[in-house]
């Protein structure tokens, strides 16, 4: 790629969303690029009360966390390396490269599901910022985008939601989407780092205990 480049933060910063928007493009999990602008917009909203002094790690590893994840690519590993050039080649720092990587290698879910990775304050601003899109509105939407794409059962009442899982139960169990509300969604409201996530957090909780009010009197005939 070249001598690294000299460029201000903002410069930098948009070379990054033009990086993230061209991996994940074409994303149809879920994990697309408008998910990492919303994500970066909750986190831009979160940092303005917990001032940790990091936008642009804060805002790098928003539009950055899924660019790597095996999720989205075929070959984590090789996207790392990438990422971490491209970041040394448009000038960000070694320092925020570590904080960058160090964010989005230990925010996940599944990641924290055996035991819990300790973040840095502006890691934690970016995984609740994640978290929060997964659950509201938005998360009951892509929760059933990601359940078609991969051709999860939708409900069944004699399948009960997982418990006790571990990243690997996780990732290669087939659950059930709805299911995917008590084993995931429903717990991150409890799980945020931040008073102001915990505060956004309630009305989207409400949204999705409401919607599966609905969904299960509907299932059974009874709305």
């Not at 095996?70 to 904080?99: E, F, P, R, W």
């Not at 978290?131 to 409900?155: C, K």
Request: hydrophobic content about 40%; aromatic content about 8%.
């Amino acid at each position: 790629m070249g001598e690294p480049q000299v460029a201000s933060e903002q410069q930098q910063l948009v070379q990054i969303i033009n990086y993230s928007r061209h991996i994940l493009g074409t994303d149809r999990s879920g994990h697309d690029f408008f998910h990492v602008q919303r994500v970066a917009k909750l986190a831009e909203r979160i940092e303005a009360s917990e001032q940790t002094g990091q936008r642009l790690v804060i805002l790098a590893a928003a539009y950055l966390h899924d660019v790597v994840d095996d999720k989205v690519v075929t070959d984590s590993m090789a996207a790392h390396q990438q990422l971490s050039d491209y970041l040394n080649h448009i000038g960000v720092n070694a320092a925020q490269i570590t904080a960058i990587f160090e964010i989005i290698d230990h925010m996940s879910f599944s990641d924290n599901l055996e035991h819990s990775q300790a973040l840095s304050q502006a890691g934690q601003v970016v995984q609740d910022a994640d978290r929060m899109d997964a659950i509201g509105a938005i998360g009951i939407a892509r929760v059933f985008t990601y359940g078609g794409r991969h051709q999860r059962v939708l409900y069944d009442p004699d399948i009960a939601p997982r418990t006790q899982l571990t990243k690997a139960t996780y990732r290669n169990e087939q659950g059930t989407t709805i299911n995917h509300f008590y084993e995931k969604l429903l717990l991150i409201k409890d799980q945020l780092n931040t008073e102001t996530a915990k505060q956004l957090a309630t009305v989207r909780q409400q949204v999705m205990l409401d919607f599966l009010a609905e969904f299960k009197q509907e299932w059974s005939g009874e709305a």
